[in-house]
């Protein structure tokens, strides 16, 4: 069966320093790979996503970045943190192809905090 | 674009009674739609889809949502509640080989003992 893992599970950063989230699955492969931030416990916006390993396609121009170095690894990134960027980002994968690949599974989550 | 409204911030429910949250869509297209659940500091858990077919779908824990096209609905529905049930409700849609879902703003559902 497939597993989505994501840490660091909490993560306390001050503004302007930089951060590093990863990402990762198991069990499938070449999956489409998914970030998204949610803001006061409440509604998804999609962030990034990654249809293979390079690819990535940028949903809203902001402060961070994505990047793909394994099939199965996704990792999310900063040069210098906002207060904005504090959230809850969560990870998801879909299968890849056109069959099955409208479902997405999310991580755990990683709550973050700038300071 | 596709969008999804959930027009109401919470629903309490008393335990043992019929659990109703609300969706309705709007894309240019035929839709892909989800419901997915969200308990305190943790991940979305995927309950049920429609794709296509029978507009009933039936889903995790006892959960069914009725896709109607010409409402534009896709309600999410539990014959009887349990206090367990509380959570984050999420409605989300997509387009066939769009994957890029958009989520509502979500329900909270609180089930009362």
């Known amino acids: 069966s497939q597993t989505i893992h994501q840490w660091p599970a909490t993560l306390v950063q001050p503004v302007g320093s930089p951060l590093s989230l990863e990402c990762t699955v198991e069990g499938t492969s070449n999956p489409n790979l998914y970030w998204y931030r949610q803001a006061a416990g409440r509604g998804l916006q999609l962030l990034f996503y990654s249809v293979g390993i390079g690819q990535i396609s940028s949903e809203v121009p902001q402060n961070l970045s994505a990047s793909r170095p394994q099939d199965r690894q996704f990792i999310l990134s900063s040069k210098k943190l906002l207060l904005s960027d504090s959230g809850f980002y969560l990870c998801a994968w879909s299968p890849a192809g056109l069959a099955g690949s409208e479902t997405q599974y999310f991580g755990p989550g990683t709550r973050l905090l700038v300071l | 674009a596709q969008s999804v409204a959930q027009p109401e911030d919470q629903v309490n429910v008393a335990e043992g009674n019929p659990l109703t949250v609300k969706c309705t869509y709007s894309?240019?297209?035929?839709?892909?739609l989800f419901w997915y659940v969200q308990y305190p500091n943790r991940g979305l858990q995927f309950l049920l889809k429609y794709i296509t077919g029978d507009n009933l779908v039936k889903g995790s824990y006892g959960f069914e949502a009725e896709f109607n096209k010409s409402q534009t609905s896709f309600h999410l529905k539990k014959p009887s509640a349990l206090v367990s049930d509380s959570a984050l409700y999420f409605c989300a849609v997509s387009l066939y080989g769009n994957n890029r879902l958009a989520f509502g703003k979500g329900n909270q559902v609180v089930v009362i003992p």
């Open positions: 894309v240019s297209g035929n839709p892909y």
